[in-house]
Each structure stands twice: as C-alpha cells, then as structure tokens.
C-alpha cells in the first residue's frame, strides 16, 4: 500500500438498534490536505472516525486506499493515529515517554526515537517539559502530548476527534493557530479533523464536509460552503449563531414576512418567481431599529464585547448580533430591519435557490 494515497469512502452506512450512524456517506480523503468535519453532537463524526481507524464496522459500503480493502485491512497495518476528545496519555510515564511510546514499540532505533520524538515536542512547544508527567501539565498542555504523540508516528492518516473541546475559548483560540501550523509540513498525510464549531471549520480545513444525523450533505473548500450552504439544515450548522430561517413570500416587487413588507426585492432575487419561500440572514445581518419586523425578546445574551437579542416573531425565532452592551429586556418589543442584499432564498424543502451575491466584507467573522 501506497504511504500517502487518498481514503475513499463511498456508502458507508451503520445503523444501530434502528438509528442511523452513518447514511450513504462517500467522501475523498486526500493526502496533503486538511479535511474538517463539521457537524452537531450525534451528527455521526466519531462514528466516522471510528470506521475510519478500524475501531468500528460497518452494514454495508467500501473503504479503499491505493486500491486495497481498508475494511478488511487490520487495524495495526492502517498506518493510522487518533488524537481523542478526552486527551489519553499514560501516567506513569513523562512527556518524551508518552511521545516515544509508539515508536518503542514499533521497534525504531533509540537514535530514531529521540530524533522523532524531540522534533514532535519541539513542533508542540513541549520539548522543555519533556521530563514531566502528565498530572503535572495543565489540560491544554496534556492535549499537546497527544497532538505530538501522533505526529511522531509519522502516520499516513491523522484523525483528530475534537481534540480542544474540553479547553477553555482562550486556550482553543491559541491552539487553533498552532494547528494548522503543526500541518503545513506533515507532507502527504491524511489529516481529518471533527469540530461542532464553525469557525474552526472554517479556520482549518482545506476541504469542509458537514455532517447531520449520520449523512454528508455538503463538502466543499471553506468559502464554498459558507457563501453558499447548499440547504437550510447546512446554513445553520455553518453559522455561529445559527443562520436566522424564516418563511417569506414574494410578490408584487416586495418580500413579505410576518405580514410586514421587509424590504424590495434585491437584485439576486428578482429572477424569481412570485410565490412563498424559506429565507435566510445571518444575525449580523439583522439589526435592532425604531421600525421593521416586530418581536418580543425571549433571551438576551452577552458574549464579550456583543449582545446576541434572541427575538420570537410568532412562531419563528431570530437571533440579532449587535456590538457592545445593550439593556435590552426579557419581553420587550422590538422591531427588526432585515438587510435584503443580505438574503438567502431557499425553497420548501429547504434547498438553496440563490446566495447574495458574494461581498467579501460579509466573510469577516468566518
């Protein structure tokens, strides 16, 4: 088998007790990218992940690389590290030793394994607590040891399972920069990363695929799929706050939501014919004003230096990103100016019919 060729997974289903884990999922992992896999809790990337080290079985589908049987092929002969949630490091043993492990046990000469092994600490800003044990290293510090453990392997496949989702918005911050430097030289591994955060998604991978309740129902580079989220469910996942998705109707040269007439109809929808349609607006597309679409407050949260306004238009809840600090009240009402350039226009199943036209200016909190 060839060290550094694509994985290819096409169908791969699993169900459990009559709950799909994965549904149909095909995929091409390259070697020399870095792939993120975006998705809710229980939106089947573990699983995936699992299948992909041979930690897990699939119902029905085919896993190849370089032509060979990946499902049939042994886990110890994958050529695979995993870097878990929950960071795993040995106890007893110090930072080089946790590093060196592997390598130990794969027989490598001592040269090798302290050549290897110091590089990955050095690569993880470790090598100057090589001689501690784990519970002497704070969380981050222990996912490091992890991080370095598999990049000293050398492995053709790298799978990360949501490695910084225990640490703290600070410290994942830093880490996430560090990442994708760790990976500008791991030449042609395969490296797949699971977040259910959009900005680390975006922030990370050269290639995006989002997942929900065990399917892919997008992959594409990161812009792709921001600027144009091929459905409803997608929109939402990709967004942080959640894409705002309301029910709208079209006619007469105006858009109609909630019964007030929110806006002209802009430019990239005018092609459109008049009828009854799902649209979307990300929050920050959305401001408070003295008239507009009317709402009451149901939750107010501040995040740092904004306030996220979370409105209940009858039925339909939106959430409105606003700078600075607001003393906005639970119950008060409010009225919504929707920006209309801003509009993505979806059908009644939810699938994408036209995005706004593309304004580098939208992309800045990608």
């Not at 088998?1 to 994985?7: C, E, G, K, N, R």
């Not at 790298?158 to 994708?180: C, G, I, T, W």
């Not at 009828?275 to 990300?282: I, K």
């Not at 409010?334 to 992309?363: I, T, Y």
């Amino acid at each position: 088998m060839t060290p550094h060729a694509s994985l290819n997974a096409t169908d791969l289903c699993l169900a459990v007790d009559g709950v799909d884990h994965l549904k149909d999922v095909t995929a091409v992992f390259q070697p020399g990218r870095l792939h993120t896999v975006i998705g809710r809790t229980q939106a089947g990337k573990t699983t995936l992940l699992r299948v992909l080290a041979g930690l897990q079985g699939v119902d029905s589908g085919t896993l190849t690389r370089d032509g060979a049987d990946f499902l049939k092929t042994p886990v110890w002969r994958r050529d695979t590290a995993m870097v878990y949630q929950q960071f795993i490091n040995y106890p007893h043993l110090n930072v080089f030793d946790n590093v060196a492990f592997p390598l130990k046990r794969a027989g490598l000469p001592q040269d090798e394994i302290r050549r290897r092994a110091g590089q990955s600490l050095e690569r993880v800003g470790l090598a100057h607590l090589h001689e501690r044990k784990p519970s002497q290293l704070s969380g981050g510090q222990q996912q490091r040891v992890a991080v370095a453990r598999a990049l000293a392997r050398g492995a053709g496949i790298l799978l990360f399972d949501e490695p910084f989702a225990n640490l703290d918005y600070k410290l994942r911050e830093q880490l996430r920069e560090d990442f994708r430097t760790l990976f500008s030289d791991q030449g042609e591994a395969v490296v797949i990363y699971t977040t259910t955060e959009p900005a680390e998604a975006m922030m990370l991978g050269d290639v995006v695929l989002v997942m929900h309740e065990g399917q892919v129902v997008q992959i594409g580079a990161p812009g792709e799929v921001f600027d144009r989220p091929a459905t409803t469910t997608v929109a939402r996942i990709i967004n942080d706050p959640p894409m705002n998705i309301f029910p709208g109707r079209l006619a007469d040269g105006r858009i109609t939501v909630a019964d007030f007439q929110a806006t002209h109809v802009p430019g990239h929808l005018a092609d459109l014919p008049e009828g009854s349609y799902q649209f979307g607006l990300r929050a920050t597309d959305v401001a408070l004003a003295a008239a507009g679409v009317a709402g009451e407050v149901t939750f107010v949260e501040i995040s740092g230096s904004e306030t996220f306004v979370h409105v209940a238009v009858g039925e339909t809840p939106f959430v409105v990103q606003i700078e600075g600090i607001h003393d906005i009240v639970l119950g008060d009402v409010v009225h919504m100016r929707l920006r209309p350039e801003r509009l993505f226009a979806f059908d009644q199943a939810g699938a994408l019919l036209r995005p706004p036209s593309h304004d580098p200016a939208s992309a800045e909190g990608r």
